[in-house]
């Protein structure tokens, strides 16, 4: 018979997660087309897995298990973005499914562990409606995964050992960072049963040999499948890419992909370069290429340093979660006897690589801390009740008892509290909405590959919604008249149909005095007035491109 205590704290995670689930829905439909860059690779490439095109489901740059779970619902709907939505929102719930786990497994006490599953919901049930990326679902499945490997088990059982791996493997899917990361955490794992002294080496090895081969057996065929596709051993493309953006060259602050400053056209079936992005016109530089690098590679992991803190106070107010990750593993005594009889103090070793994998390539993006940030509830709450505890036979008082729950609301509550508010104010970003009325009003008229160049982010949006191609852009920042003069030739032999701008007369004057395009705007959109007032401008090309450039078919 279960435990009352067991069905008391199962009930409470099921209303938690029913909770969260009616808060991601509504928030899902209202932010329908909250998308970037990124949300297009990854619904392109769901599309491509529900059709059946799998040469183009297949990049080193995007984690294939976000797109996975989307492409089935691909089938079930006509709306563009509506899979990458459900997709987010079983991210989300995955994450604090890890979390709890996570949390219940290191001992944090059922109140305390309750509380903190809540606290991610509200965080993560918000972060479902923003644009679609897979780092929640990698927090979850890590997390997930450093459960079972610090389940008292895990040393002895291949069922738990296995469920390690198997989650590990899992979160590699999700994203390639995942791959050092989890080994990390097998690592990791072991030092911290050794430091308990519940075990011997020698079966701590075995233990971890198996995890780790169950994660190489899940992470090891599309590890193959990119091999064989580029031509040489390959887990990902990433890394390599977002070191070059942060290169000696680059300017603070300026990192910019490719894609957005190149005229190319993507690869038949593709709508942008973007899907899968090749490491050629990026920068090379290396650590040990020479002294110059070597120094900027120590530049760049203590600016990054920076960049986490302030990332940190974005879902920590009062940046108690760094503090207690670190607090609560490093300074107490008995040291040892109290890593042995509080778990949840090894939070702080599995945040180390969770963060660490990030501080030497490009690391400004707020969601790289979201593995973390259950562990940071998770600490602060664990450490702020060991602070506070009574002494033995004491009387607990009723402040040391709510101490923990107030503390960690401030800190992690009150900053998810003001996301959800805003994010339930706001609704799908204008330029998207825009994009896609033109996007599919020329996708009910328009030739098939014709393609669409410039425009910036809205120049793919709207090539994305007309599954068009796009075919870059000549610079990174707006167009005006100047952009056009400068790069006159470029723009007169990109391969494509349409030139895309904002609304700027200066600029769609000198498009066509300067290159005879003719604004098709009204044609397209079937509303002249409407056009009038529209916010963006589609142009047509009148000749044919310069020669040497294969005009797209029609």
């Not at 009352?4 to 938690?16: D, N, S, W, Y």
């Not at 009723?398 to 609301?409: E, G, K, V």
């Not at 895309?500 to 509303?527: I, K, Q, W, Y």
Request: charged residues 20%.
């Amino acid at each position: 018979m279960t435990d009352p205590t067991v069905r008391r704290e199962r009930l409470g995670l099921a209303l938690i997660l029913l909770g969260q689930l009616a808060l991601a829905i509504p928030l899902g439909i209202r932010h329908a087309l909250e998308i970037r860059p990124d949300s297009i690779a990854y619904l392109r490439i769901a599309r491509y897995v529900a059709e059946g095109r799998f040469d183009l489901a297949v990049s080193g740059y995007w984690g294939p298990l976000l797109s996975w779970i989307a492409a089935p619902v691909v089938r079930l709907t006509d709306h563009p973005v509506a899979p990458a939505r459900v997709a987010m929102i079983v991210a989300s719930l995955v994450m604090t499914l890890g979390a709890f786990a996570l949390l219940r497994r290191l001992e944090l006490e059922p109140r305390l562990r309750l509380f903190a599953a809540a606290l991610v919901a509200l965080a993560a049930g918000t972060w479902s409606a923003r644009p679609i990326t897979p780092d929640m679902l990698l927090a979850g499945l890590l997390l997930w995964g450093a459960s079972r490997l610090v389940d008292p088990t895990w040393p002895d059982r291949r069922g738990v050992q296995l469920a390690a791996g198997a989650l590990l493997g899992l979160a590699y899917l999700a994203k390639a960072v995942a791959l050092p990361v989890g080994a990390a955490f097998v690592l990791v794992a072991c030092g911290l049963w050794a430091v308990a002294g519940r075990t011997d080496v020698r079966r701590l090895a075995s233990a971890a040999g198996v995890t780790l081969l169950l994660f190489a057996a899940l992470a090891g065929p599309w590890i193959a499948v990119l091999s064989a596709r580029y031509g040489r051993p390959t887990f990902s493309t990433s890394g390599r890419i977002n070191q070059a953006i942060v290169g000696p060259d680059v300017p603070e602050g300026r990192a910019v992909h490719q894609y957005r400053v190149t005229i190319a056209r993507p690869e038949p079936g593709r709508v942008t370069v973007w899907e899968d992005p090749g490491e050629s016109g990026y920068p090379r530089w290396s650590p040990t290429g020479s002294l110059r690098e070597l120094r900027h590679q120590f530049v760049l992991v203590r600016r990054n340093h920076v960049e986490l803190l302030k990332n940190f106070v974005a879902y920590d107010l009062l940046t108690l979660g760094p503090l207690a990750l670190f607090a609560a593993l490093l300074f107490h005594r008995p040291w040892r006897e109290n890593m042995r009889r509080e778990r949840w103090r090894w939070l702080g070793a599995f945040a180390l690589p969770a963060l660490a994998i990030y501080l030497p390539v490009y690391a400004r993006a707020a969601r790289y801390l979201f593995p973390v940030y259950p562990m940071m509830i998770g600490a602060t709450l664990g450490l702020i009740a060991w602070t506070v505890a009574p002494p033995a036979g004491a009387r607990d008082a009723r402040w040391r008892r709510w101490l923990p729950f107030a503390a960690a609301f401030v800190s992690f509550g009150v900053p998810a509290t003001l996301d959800l508010a805003a994010a339930a104010a706001a609704g799908s970003p204008p330029v998207v909405v825009a994009a896609r009325q033109l996007g599919e009003a020329l996708a009910r008229s328009a030739p098939a590959g014709a393609g669409i160049v410039g425009g910036g982010d809205a120049g793919l949006y709207t090539a994305f919604f007309a599954d068009q191609p796009w075919c870059g852009d000549v610079q990174y920042e707006r167009w005006t008249a100047a952009t056009v003069k400068e790069h006159r030739e470029a723009l007169a032999g990109a391969p494509c149909r349409w030139v895309l701008v904002r609304h700027d007369p200066g600029v769609e004057n000198a498009l066509g005095s300067e290159l005879g395009f003719a604004d098709v705007t009204g044609a397209v959109l079937g509303d002249p007035d409407l056009a009038a007032r529209f916010p963006l401008r589609l142009f047509e090309r009148r000749e044919p491109p310069a020669r040497g450039i294969t005009a797209p078919s029609e």
